[in-house]
T-cell receptor, first 116, second 117 residues
Framework: DTGVSQDPRHKITKRGQNVTFRCDPI?????LYWYRQTLGQGPEFLTY????????KSRLLSDRFSAERPKGSFSTLEIQRTEQGDSAMYLC??????????????FGPGTRLTVL | GENVEQHPSTLSVQEGDSAVIKCTYS??????FPWYKQELGKRPQLIID?????GEKKDQRIAVTLNKTAKHFSLHITETQPEDSAVYFC????????????????FGKGTLLTVNP
């Protein structure tokens, strides 16, 4: 499968624990996005990378959240001191674009987080 | 920021009928409008998109229309089939060169389409 992949697919954790998710974009895609989706809602933007640079962060991304894309390939999203309100599907998307172009975003299968 | 409204929230049609889903957006600078289909427990999949320099785009049974003046766009599915049953999301994006930002998609809340055999 050459699409966007995410790991793990499901994560159950206790409140207060830290969790880390991984996203592997489509090979050679230079842009990578994280979104969060709760039941009955559309995905909401969290953050975005162009290569290894994190260029935008949503106000939804509290200081308990951190994302990295150290080599411009895969990305990790860490949530510290999880809260029940963090329970959601975390979706990763990637795209390829030259400067200024509007590009198609392809989504991964998501990581479903449940905080008990 | 951008706000996208999507209607209806649920839509039930008979197989073979047409289905229409409508979205409005608030940011007149938005210039890219994709539609995603999401089946239960699966990833959102792009089914069609339109850019602001065209008014209509068609791909087999699926078409999208865009009215920039009114800031609304619609998805049309003809000859619906049971496998079209899913949640459909519209989205808007303002892609430009301003500081490398504004490439985020803003989604509507989705439409649950049920096609009855």
């Amino acid at each position: 499968d050459t699409g966007v992949s995410q790991d793990p697919r499901h994560k159950i954790t206790k409140r207060g624990q830290n969790v880390t998710f991984r996203c592997d974009p489509i090979s050679e895609h230079n842009r990578l996005y994280w979104y969060r989706q709760t039941l009955g809602q559309g995905p909401e933007f969290l953050t975005y990378f162009q290569n290894e640079a994190q260029l935008e962060k949503s106000r939804l991304l509290s200081d308990r959240f951190s994302a990295e894309r150290p080599k411009g390939s895969f990305s990790t999203l860490e949530i510290q001191r999880t809260e029940q309100g963090d329970s959601a599907m975390y979706l990763c998307a990637s795209s390829f674009s030259t400067s200024g172009a509007t590009d198609t975003q392809y989504f991964g299968p998501g990581t479903r987080l449940t905080v008990l | 920021g951008e706000n996208v409204e999507q209607h209806p929230s649920t839509l039930s049609v008979q197989e073979g009928d047409s289905a229409v889903i409508k979205c409005t957006y608030s940011d007149s600078a938005s210039n890219y409008f994709p539609w995603y289909k999401q089946e239960l427990g699966k990833r959102p999949q792009l089914i069609i998109d339109i850019r602001s320099n065209v008014g209509e785009k068609k791909d087999q049974r699926i078409a999208v229309t865009l009215n920039k003046t009114a800031k609304h766009f619609s998805l049309h599915i003809t000859e619906t089939q049971p496998e079209d049953s899913a949640v459909y999301f519209c989205a808007a994006l303002r892609g430009d060169n301003s500081g490398g930002s504004n490439y985020k998609l803003t989604f509507g809340k989705g439409t649950l389409l049920t096609v009855n055999p």
